[in-house]
């Protein structure tokens, strides 16, 4: 991508509405555009951002064994009185009436939506079990919409639910997804920790909040510093095989939001305990028949007999963890995207854009990194090297490569880590070689 011709609209000034870096940063740097008190457009260079983040999480699910697929955002109120959860939801679920007449809803979640179309299908104990996901955007009419995409109205959110025979099936549901959502977050670079979590609106008796640890973070938080240590993606257990240890060794380390944390009874000493703030990005339930006795999914068992289908859901906020990831990434120039989620992989710099040597040169750097698959965005505007650098710190691109007629003429190029700082005086090739590994 050229950015003489890129929608990037970068701000210089910090945006005064915005009370936490993340929202700042992504303002500034041209990745959202709030268009109503909670919604936001997501602009070329946070969109690209947000689909990597679904990418990661679609190839943790599909490894867990869930399948996508894709429901509409707007429901009918129907379903929602099946279930009992019409007027319960009050006021955060946004109602709409179509031109006949009717109820219909923009949809916050979608139990009852998956429940109604697995009960038309699934008849037969022999057709279970199921997982299904999709990625899909929700509205929650949120009393305080605030800190960007962080807390907002209309949000994305990856939502998948289990459908099971049996308490005991969905139990290994849910402990599949438990290893699912740790690998998918180790995968993006952060380390989000399972605390046992009340089930709020959604019910049931088993559920995890999973966590990120900030300073900006919405909840107070207090876990065992063991916690800082585990790395699931060393573990690396087998989705398929017994996960009953696993699960055991990741929930026996103690971890818990405000609400379950009892101080008086905590098990671990006041020396090894982190308290700290944290970002949910992550929700996971298990709450048996809640939806589907009300709505009648049952299906017939190994003895003829009907047997009511044991669920689980799974949530994890899509937006809400590009924001979260800048939260835990960042200094004052600007983001650090971790590899796995940037937006690109290298900012190509041309000092001196009206130079023909420079110029030749880059064109040519650009054409090679294209061909070798490496995503590069390349300033090519005749700028200030000043600028330049500034606005390339703080769209936190991994690598800088930096032509200038200088190095040139000692046939050398400048690549920089954005995390590290760390500058390296390459050849031509060096740096291809590098950047292309
Ligand atoms: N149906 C269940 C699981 S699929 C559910 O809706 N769970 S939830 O309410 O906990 O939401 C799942 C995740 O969506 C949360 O962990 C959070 O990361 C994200 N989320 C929830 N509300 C918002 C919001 N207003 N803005 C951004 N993300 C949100």
Redesign the pocket.
Known sequence: MRMSTYFLPTLKETPSEAQIVSHRLMLRAGMIRQTSA?IYAWLPLGWKVLQKVAQIVREEQDRAGAQELLMPTIQSAELWKQSGRYDAYGKEMLRITDRHDREMLFG????EMITDIVKTFVKSYKDLPKNLYHIQW?F?D?VR?RFG?????E???????SFDLDAEGARLSYRRMFLAYLRTFARMGIKAIPMRADT???GGDLSH??IILAETGESQVFCDKKWLELDVLADNPDANGDLKDFFAKYTSVYAATEEMHDAANCPVPAEQLETARG???????YFGTKYSAPMGAVVTGPDGQPVTVEMG?????????VAALIEASHDDAGIIWPDQVAPFKVALINLKADDEACRSTCDDLYAKLNAAGVEVIYDDRNERPGAKFADMDLIGIPWQLTVGPRGLKAGTVELKRRATGEKLELSLEEALAKVTA
């Open positions: 909670g916050p979640t979608n139990e929700k929650r949120e919409p995409v962080m807390r907002g109205r949000f994305l959110m990856k939502d998948n639910y709020g609106p959604i909040e999973f970002i949910e990005v992550g929700h996971i339930f859901s799974y949530g994890i906020g899509v937006s809400r963890v």
